[in-house]
């Protein structure tokens, strides 16, 4: 976990001011990885006391603008955020309940920038998301079977 010196100094780095709401945001998703925006505003109140949705959705526009959190919308999925960034990495979701966890390419820093045809598109960025069954609901399944 970062401290909140590094947090400061990240921000700055982006040259964006250093705020209580992006501290607390900040901490929150390292804290709380692939979380949507109401649950970031829940661990964000916990620490600040009142603070507007509003404002948790402009801390999250501009961390993620400035590179400091990444958005990901699994399919049937609300925006999730996460501090997991600069890398290639995937990520693997639940079908059942949901959950997520982070995947490291198996094949390199950025295969999937290789278009078979990029239409003409300069392409910066690319998706892989997994999809199955976490162990949890594997075993529920399994026991249902019987």
Not at 81 to 100: A, F, L, P
Not at 117 to 132: K, M, P, R, S, T
Request: charged share 20%; net charge negative; hydrophobic share 40%.
């Amino acid at each position: 976990m970062p401290t909140p010196t590094e947090f400061e100094r990240m921000l700055r780095g982006a040259a964006l001011r250093v705020t209580a709401p992006r501290m607390a945001v900040l901490t929150a998703v390292h804290e709380h990885p692939h979380s949507d925006t109401d649950s970031i505003l829940g661990f964000v109140r916990q620490t600040l006391g009142g603070v507007s949705h509003q404002a948790v959705y402009d801390v999250l526009r501009a961390l993620t603008s400035a590179g400091l959190l990444r958005r990901i919308q699994p399919m049937g999925s609300v925006a999730l955020y996460e501090t997991r960034v600069g890398d290639n990495h995937h990520h693997v979701v639940c079908r059942s309940c949901g959950v997520i966890a982070d995947v490291d390419c198996a094949v390199g820093d950025a295969p999937c920038l290789t278009a078979s045809d990029n239409h003409g598109f300069a392409l910066d960025e690319a998706e892989v998301v997994y999809w199955g069954l976490c162990p949890d609901c594997s075993k529920t399944a399994a026991t249902q079977e019987k």
